[in-house]
């Protein structure tokens, strides 16, 4: 199994990024998707998740309104839509599969290698 995040980069605060993981050796419809960030000395968050069939979404506080998750199975990939970037959001980003829509790392049984986000002040 193997969960490769791309899209990360440098923006300005205020711009938008858009983070995709692509997903390969499982079957991707049989597991939510969760997007968690960590930046340096902190421990990792949760950011969103989404259900098998995006009828279930959920967000962290820190990110509702301007993040959006989705997803389309038929390319086995899992999107995060960055918008309105604060400099706070910088961090690794990394894409995790888990059997149900859920906020604990411990739940997530694959994990991609991150992508890097930075936004200048």
């Known amino acids: 199994v193997q969960l490769v995040e791309s899209g990360g980069g440098l923006v300005q605060a205020g711009g938008s990024l858009r983070l995709s993981c692509a997903a390969f050796?499982?079957?991707?419809?049989?597991?939510?998707m969760g997007w968690f960030r960590q930046a340096p000395g902190k421990e990792r968050e949760f950011v969103a998740a989404?259900?098998?069939?995006?009828?279930?979404?959920s967000y962290a506080d820190s990110v509702k309104g301007r993040f959006t998750i989705s997803r389309d199975n038929a390319k086995n990939t899992v999107y995060l839509q960055m918008s309105s970037l604060k400099p706070e959001d910088g961090a690794g980003y990394y894409c995790?599969?888990?059997?149900?829509?859920?906020?604990?790392?411990?739940?997530?049984?694959?994990w991609g290698q991150g992508t890097q986000v930075t936004v200048s002040s």
């Open positions: 050796g499982v079957t991707f419809t049989g597991y939510a």
């Open positions: 995790a599969a888990a059997r149900a829509v859920v906020r604990t790392t411990s739940r997530y049984d694959y």
């Open positions: 989404i259900s098998r069939n995006s009828g279930v979404i």
